[in-house]
């Protein structure tokens, strides 16, 4: 939403400006493009670098909901830390249960994963299931879901009830 409400009085009549604030352009902010963010991207021991890599966020946000979506294209001068990795969110989570969302990763392979946003953060952990039997999730990382190179792309995509 583009403003706060406002509060109309009884036999109020209102303006055309007026009507154009409250309904129009509210209305019309629920179809505006996407707004661009840089999320960090963060390891568990040391940092990943870009490099010539591609890092884009987008969000859209409608009163305390969050759509967003992260892209993260490896280039050949990335570097990808170590420990596990963080993504960077635009708005803190809401302070009570934990939030999920979707990962894709592709290099060599296609691998679905989930991001894990705890109460009150602003980060998501990227997970993927294992190899073990049964799988169970591994923090996302340089070598997991796989072992990434240029080329390989981490997309997230999530809607989550922001703090404010």
């Known amino acids: 939403m583009t ?3 406002r509060t109309w009085a009884s036999g109020e009549t209102p303006t055309g400006s007026t ?3 409250e309904v129009r ?6 179809f505006d493009a996407w707004t661009p963010y840089t999320p960090t991207w963060s390891g568990a021991t040391t940092n990943p670098t870009i490099g010539n890599g591609v890092l884009l966020g987008r969000y859209m946000k409608w009163g305390r909901t969050c759509q967003l979506r992260i892209d993260i294209s490896m280039g050949s001068t990335t570097t990808y830390g170590s420990g596990g990795w963080s993504l960077g969110l635009p708005f803190a989570a809401h302070g009570s249960g934990a939030q999920l969302g979707l990962a894709h990763a592709f290099q060599s392979q296609r691998n679905a994963g989930q991001i894990n946003v705890s ?3 602003n980060v998501g952990l990227v997970f993927f299931p294992n190899s073990g039997t049964p799988a169970n999730l591994a923090w996302a990382s340089s070598a997991v879901p796989l072992t990434w190179a240029s080329g390989g792309r981490l997309t997230v995509e999530m809607t989550y009830e922001t703090a404010t």
Request: proline letters at 13%; hydrophobic letters at 25%; glycine letters at 6%.
């Open 19 to 21: 009507f154009n604030t």
């Open 119 to 121: 109460p009150g953060a």
């Open 3 to 5: 403003t706060t409400p």
């Open 25 to 30: 352009d509210q209305f019309n902010s629920m």
